[in-house]
């Protein structure tokens, strides 16, 4: 399929990149197409990005049917535009298609689209350490009804956003309360895909935990409410004396690209390292005896986010006395490195534009 190219007669200025926060500016363009049964995936485009018009009786505004991608490209040194393990994101937006019953897209059609659009914006590409370039691809249903079904058309729509770090805290330690009372999602459910409505089923204990002055949310699991899940914006490991452990994909977790890119560098890193489940208890129970030495998120956004501290009922921990560890800050370089073209890239990771 050809890709028509509409630019934009009012380029904006671009933000300095030392004061970005995470998604506030977007770029000059957007690459759009629509989903028919008749036409399947048609008229694919870049066109200035600027607001849609929609029906007020869109699908995707009353049901959620929706599901996106988060996905970032980096500027090396040498001038190179890199993105980082773009086909795992694409192949996972398709799992996620699957299970809100949207159409397939062509990963490597969409690939090649994402790329002319990051060419075509990349002097948006912050160049300040931490930046990068967020990319946001998302699908929605169209159709203007009201019945409660799948939807017969979509749009799928990518746009890009120069960020800086997810967290006001930057790579510092954040707090995180481990909510004991609502749940993210349960196993059969729709939490293994990036399905818009699962981040709004969360906003409800963020909110109460924001007030408390904690960055974020630990879900635990839905039925015994023991088993620690993920933080909303990104998975969870630990690191109990020698061995690190994320909770195994239970079908009710986010399967992360950051996540499985960590567990990868750790095990050729030869350490010890484990996929399973974790209980809250546990994770206390290791901090009174001095084996939980860290405690850090990952995810596209969030990098890797040290956690300073955990607040379950009324029992607050600091983790590595509230200081970033040393795997978190290994990690956090090695990952940056080879998502910048700093470091060689020995495991073929990235993918230029
Ligand atoms: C990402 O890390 O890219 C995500 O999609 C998390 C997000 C909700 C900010």
Same mark, same amino acid.
């Not at 691809?137 to 017969?152: K, N, Q, S, W």
């Not at 709004?200 to 408390?212: D, M, P, S, T, V």
């Not at 969030?302 to 590595?320: E, F, K, M, T, Y």
């Given at each position: 399929?050809?890709?028509?190219?509409?630019?934009?007669?009012?380029?904006?200025?671009?933000?300095?990149?030392?004061?970005?926060?995470?998604?506030?500016?977007?770029?000059?363009?957007?690459?759009?197409?629509?989903?028919?049964?008749?036409?399947?995936?048609?008229?694919?485009?870049?066109?200035?990005?600027?607001?849609?018009?929609?029906?007020?009786?869109?699908?995707?505004?009353?049901?959620?049917?929706?599901?996106?991608?988060?996905?970032?490209?980096?500027?090396?040194?040498?001038?190179?535009?890199?993105?980082?393990?773009?086909?795992?994101?694409?192949?996972?937006?398709?799992?996620?298609?699957?299970?809100?019953?949207?159409?397939?897209?062509?990963?490597?059609?969409?690939?090649?689209?994402?790329?002319?659009?990051?060419?075509?914006?990349?002097?948006?590409?912050?160049?300040?350490?931490?930046?990068?370039?967020?990319?946001?691809?998302?699908?929605?249903?169209?159709?203007?009804?009201?019945?409660?079904?799948?939807?017969?058309?979509?749009?799928?729509?990518?746009?890009?956003?120069?960020?800086?770090?997810?967290?006001?805290?930057?790579?510092?330690?954040?707090?995180?309360?481990?909510?004991?009372?609502?749940?993210?999602?349960?196993?059969?459910?729709?939490?293994?895909?990036?399905?818009?409505?699962?981040?709004?089923?969360?906003?409800?204990?963020?909110?109460?935990?924001?007030?408390?002055?904690?960055?974020?949310?630990?879900?635990?699991?839905?039925?015994?409410? $023991?088993?620690?899940?993920?933080?909303?914006?990104?998975?969870?490991?630990?690191?109990?004396?020698?061995?690190?452990?994320?909770?195994?994909?239970?079908?009710?977790?986010?399967?992360?690209?950051?996540?499985?890119?960590?567990?990868?560098?750790?095990?050729?890193?030869?350490?010890?390292?484990?996929?399973?489940?974790?209980?809250?208890?546990?994770?206390?129970?290791?901090?009174?005896?001095?084996?939980?030495?860290?405690?850090?998120?990952?995810?596209?956004?969030?990098?890797?986010?040290?956690?300073?501290?955990?607040?379950?009922?009324?029992?607050?921990?600091?983790?590595?006395?509230? $200081?970033?560890?040393?795997?978190?800050?290994?990690?956090?370089?090695?990952?940056?490195?080879?998502?910048?073209?700093?470091?060689?890239?020995?495991?073929?990771?990235?993918?230029?534009?």
């Amino acid at each position: 399929m050809e890709i028509r190219v509409q630019l934009t007669t009012t380029p904006k200025r671009k933000p300095e990149s030392t004061n970005l926060g995470f998604g506030r500016v977007f770029t000059d363009h957007m690459f759009m197409m629509d989903y028919t049964p008749e036409q399947g995936w048609h008229d694919p485009r870049i066109v200035p990005y600027g607001p849609l018009a929609l029906e007020p009786a869109t699908a995707v505004l009353h049901y959620a049917q929706a599901v996106f991608e988060g996905m970032k490209a980096f500027r090396a040194q040498d001038g190179r535009v890199l993105l980082f393990r773009p086909r795992l994101n694409l192949e996972r937006l398709n799992r996620s298609n699957a299970r809100m019953c949207i159409p397939p897209i062509d990963p490597e059609f969409v690939l090649q689209a994402l790329k002319q659009l990051v060419n075509l914006d990349r002097d948006w590409i912050p160049t300040a350490p931490g930046t990068a370039l967020y990319i946001r691809p998302f699908i929605f249903a169209a159709d203007p009804i009201l019945g409660v079904h799948p939807a017969r058309t979509y749009k799928f729509i990518i746009f890009l956003s120069p960020v800086g770090s997810y967290y006001a805290q930057g790579i510092n330690p954040v707090s995180i309360y481990v909510e004991p009372e609502y749940v993210r999602a349960v196993r059969g459910g729709t939490g293994e895909a990036k399905a818009a409505g699962n981040y709004a089923a969360g906003l409800k204990a963020q909110q109460a935990a924001n007030a408390e002055g904690h960055a974020q949310v630990l879900w635990l699991d839905a039925l015994e409410h $023991r088993y620690v899940e993920e933080v909303g914006a990104m998975n969870v490991f630990f690191k109990f004396g020698d061995e690190v452990a994320t909770p195994a994909l239970s079908g009710s977790i986010l399967p992360g690209i950051v996540r499985r890119s960590v567990l990868d560098l750790l095990r050729s890193w030869g350490m010890e390292v484990s996929e399973r489940r974790i209980t809250i208890e546990e994770v206390y129970e290791a901090h009174s005896s001095g084996t939980l030495k860290e405690a850090f998120g990952t995810g596209t956004a969030a990098v890797i986010s040290p956690i300073g501290r955990l607040a379950w009922r009324d029992q607050v921990i600091q983790v590595n006395e509230g $200081r970033i560890g040393e795997l978190a800050q290994k990690l956090y370089d090695t990952l940056t490195g080879i998502q910048t073209g700093r470091l060689p890239d020995e495991l073929g990771w990235t993918e230029e534009v």
